[in-house]
């Protein structure tokens, strides 16, 4: 192994470490605790390391969100290949979803609530959030109906998850309902 290619494996590992790190941190103590300070106390790197990586916080949060992004597609392709009928892919799918969203809080909040510095449904978009995505449509989409657009199905089913598990995580709507709200999204929704 050269040298550069040794200097580049242990800027990869040190940029795991940090966004590791800076995702430990927020799901013990809240977003609000990770500062470029506590991360470089905590990986015992001084903070010029810490920018020589990522210009700041919001680039932090950024890296989480990716990372959560090919996490949740990863998870709701496996529960998807595992169910059997498009109505049962969209239940695992919304199941899938809740969980990853309850379990993950600082992570989902990086995904969909920070400003990450990551653009939604643009050209640019980064390929985990477009995968993310994709896992989504993969699964909704034969239960859009005849006439419906499958992207457009989509972007409301993933409205309407999204709006659970928000209201859900901040006390607005009872987590023991969770399972009679999944069914009658997917009831009302989905078609087959």
Known sequence: MSVQERKQRERADRERLIVATARELA????????????????IEYSQPVLYSHFRGKREIIGAVAL???AEMASAVRAAASAADGPRTRATALARTYLEFAECNPAVY??????????????????????????????????VAGDGVHPGLFTEVFWAALHGLATLTRAGRLPPEDTERRVKLLVDRLAVV
Do not use: N
């Not at 977003?31 to 470029?36: E, F, G, K, L, N």
């Not at 640019?124 to 989409?141: C, I, N, V, W, Y």
């Open 67 to 69: 990372e959560g992004a």
């Open 27 to 42: 799901e013990q103590q809240g977003w609000d605790a990770v500062t470029t300070r506590r991360l470089a106390e905590r």
């Open 109 to 142: 909040d990086a995904m969909f609530q920070l400003d990450g510095g990551l653009a939604f449904a643009h050209e640019d978009t980064p390929q985990p959030l477009k995968d993310a995505f994709a896992a989504l449509l993969e699964s909704l989409g034969d």
